[in-house]
């Protein structure tokens, strides 16, 4: 199972409205309504931001949304804030029923 | 509150065996999916597999398939990941991470993760 494609780096100014995409295959992606996103600080554990494709868990900010158009996922972050800047990684579930991640993106306040 | 207390660095030579610890609490051990997940240093994250807690069942992506066994100990609520013959490249942060409240297809408390060290 080949890891899903984001782009490795996007950076953006306070306050813009940023977003990561995620693609993968009709096989994880694009079949199944299980794609989440994880948010990771610099030496912390990863941190659930969406899933599901599109739903925030509680305490997340709203700031945050997540879609899907075909075999690409896509992260939206309005209203960009400084301690946004993270690494940031999708994951699908799989037809093998598997789990595969995104090679992640880090995102930077420009 | 959910917690997951992994246990603590290793450092292992080329061709052992690592066994890492997750110690679950604030809720019922058996009723959620427990998976690892590594990440190499400044890599990004990989999925390694999950265990069924009731019923000890695994399942393991082709990649660790024979080299990977996932166990656990309800009596005192702890999952186990053990990595064999392990290489340079198996050097790693190793999370354990619970399946979603709301469902099975995400990850919604992490360990604080293992890093483990494979060096001669």
């Known amino acids: 199972q080949s890891a899903l494609t984001q782009p490795a780096s996007v950076s953006g100014s306070p306050g813009q409205s940023i977003t990561i995409s995620c693609t993968g295959t009709?096989?994880?992606?694009?079949?199944?309504?299980?794609v989440s996103w994880y948010q990771q600080h610099p030496g912390k554990a990863p941190k659930l931001m969406i899933y599901?494709?599109?739903k925030r868990p509680s305490g997340v900010s709203n700031r945050f949304s997540g879609s899907r158009s075909g075999n690409t996922a896509s992260l939206t972050i309005s209203g960009f804030q400084a301690e946004d800047e993270a690494d940031y990684y999708c994951?699908?579930?799989?037809?093998?029923?598997?789990?595969?991640f995104g090679g992640g993106t880090k995102l930077t306040v420009l | 509150q959910v917690q997951l207390v992994q246990s603590g660095a290793e450092v292992k030579k080329p061709g052992a065996s690592v066994k890492v610890s997750c110690k679950a609490s604030?809720?019922?051990?058996?009723?959620?999916?427990m998976h690892w997940v590594r990440q190499a240093p400044g890599q990004g994250l990989e999925w390694m597999g999950r265990?069924?807690?009731?019923?000890?069942?695994?399942n393991y992506p082709q990649k660790f398939q024979g080299r990977v066994t996932m166990t656990r100990d309800t009596s005192i609520s702890t999952a186990y990941m053990e990595l064999s013959s392990l290489r340079s490249d198996d050097t790693a942060v190793y999370y354990c991470a619970r399946d979603g409240e709301l469902g099975p297809y995400y990850l919604d408390y992490w360990g604080q993760g293992t890093l483990v060290t494979v060096s001669s």
């Open positions: 265990i069924n807690p009731n019923s000890g069942g695994t």
């Open positions: 994951s699908s579930y799989t037809s093998s029923s598997t789990w595969v």
């Open positions: 009709s096989s994880d992606v694009g079949g199944y309504n299980y």
């Open positions: 604030g809720y019922t051990f058996t009723g959620y999916y």
């Open positions: 599901d494709v599109t």
